[in-house]
Nanobody, 123 residues
Framework: QVQLVESGGGLVQAGVSLTLSCAAS???????MAWFRRAPGQEREFLAA????????KYGESVTGRFTIARDNVKNTVSLQMNNLKPEDTAVYYC?????????????????WGQGTEVTVSS
């Protein structure tokens, strides 16, 4: 088991960049890691996933090249760099871990979840 804690959210203006962090309680080298978000009144949306080695990643359509996921298996952290934030990006952002070897994009495939960090983007 691994516990995940997100941080880095806040209230920002549209057009700025923001980096979220996910700290794990133990080694994550055997986990695929992902970021999801849930906007008000919406289902959880896939944003990005990265393989255990860090050399393979997937991104959701809504990211449109603005977000970048990265991992540090030494520090046991995962980050999500978000550029050119828009009001539509307002949501609670979640970090998730999956023990499978294949990167997945559906929330139910992920076994471990953080508590979420709020991001609010004002226009």
């Amino acid at each position: 088991q691994v516990q995940l804690v997100e941080s880095g959210g806040g209230l920002v203006q549209a057009g700025v960049s923001l980096t979220l962090s996910c700290a794990a309680s133990g080694p994550i080298n055997n986990y695929g890691m992902a970021w999801f978000r849930r906007a008000p009144g919406q289902e959880r949306e896939f944003l990005a996933a990265i393989a255990w080695s860090g050399n393979t990643a997937k991104y959701g359509e809504s990211v449109t090249g603005r977000f970048t996921i990265a991992r540090d298996n030494v520090k046991n952290t995962v980050s999500l760099q978000m550029n050119n934030l828009k009001p539509e990006d307002t949501a609670v952002y979640y970090c998730a871990a999956d023990a499978d070897l294949v990167l997945l994009t559906i929330p139910r495939a992920y076994e471990y979840w953080g508590q979420g960090t709020e991001v609010t983007v004002s226009s």
